[in-house]
């Protein structure tokens, strides 16, 4: 056995006790942290899960960049020989590594997390997964101005944070300013309607508005941003079909949504039902 063949025998057994060490080390990190989120009572045990797969996903990231510079000169051969194959792999799995980036732009800007309401490319809902290639919502709508969620969970790839804008209506700690769409009841005037939204939203609102104010405002002095209006207000506007539509802008709770939604739109019928004993 000649003196270099010692030395890299020597060395490669060095690299396979460390790789051993790392991996038995990560292994261990991942059961301490896991027993430990799983006995705490300070989580939900939503959060619990939640807390332990960020965890994981993290660990493991780590592990694979620490094994990867571990063995990267043994790598490094094997690499340049095959840097042809590479090219040819991503090409072919181009989308893929689009994902993989959009993951990562999602996570180092903070576009979204578990939880926030978001949209995407005509799509509503609330994230209730997110990794780094896929973001799972739980439908909004699917008409335009619905607030409720359908119950379909729908996965969207990473990779339309990069070509599509992404808006997410959680900043305000969860609150957001919500838009409600009414047609105009025949015999009544748009000045009559409005009192009588007004008149419901700030019923609604009642018991949140100042919280929502203070919240909103705090966020845009942070930002530097234009205050919006906070207060209901009751706007018209063109629809698609040249008709006039009556809009209503209030805040909400995003977790509540579908609740307001429900509330004025219960009110409306009612409104109509008044309207038409009147007549009759």
Known sequence: MTVDS?????????????????????TSLKFIYNFRIRKSRKFSSIEKIRKIKTTSNYLTFISIFLLFILWFSHLQTVMISFVAVVAAIVVATKEVIMTFMGGVLIKMNNHYEVGDRIEVDGIR??????????????????????????GDIITIPNSLVLTKAVVNESYFKNYSIKSFAFSLPPGVTFDEFEVELLSWSNEICKDYLKE???IIEKFCHKEGLLIPNVEPRVRLVMTEKKE?????????????????????????ALYLTTLEKAKS
């Open 6 to 26: 010692w030395i890299s025998q020597g060395n490669n057994l060095r690299q396979v006790i460390l790789t051993i060490a790392l991996i038995s080390t990560v």
């Open 125 to 150: 809902g609330f994230v209730v997964e997110r990794n780094l290639t896929t973001t799972k919502v739980l439908e909004i709508g699917p008409e335009k101005h619905s607030q409720q969620t359908t």
């Open 212 to 214: 929502a104010k203070k």
């Open 244 to 268: 006039l539509e009556v809009l209503l802008k209030l805040p909400a709770k995003n977790e509540y949504v579908g609740d307001v939604e429900q509330n004025l739109f219960r009110k409306y």
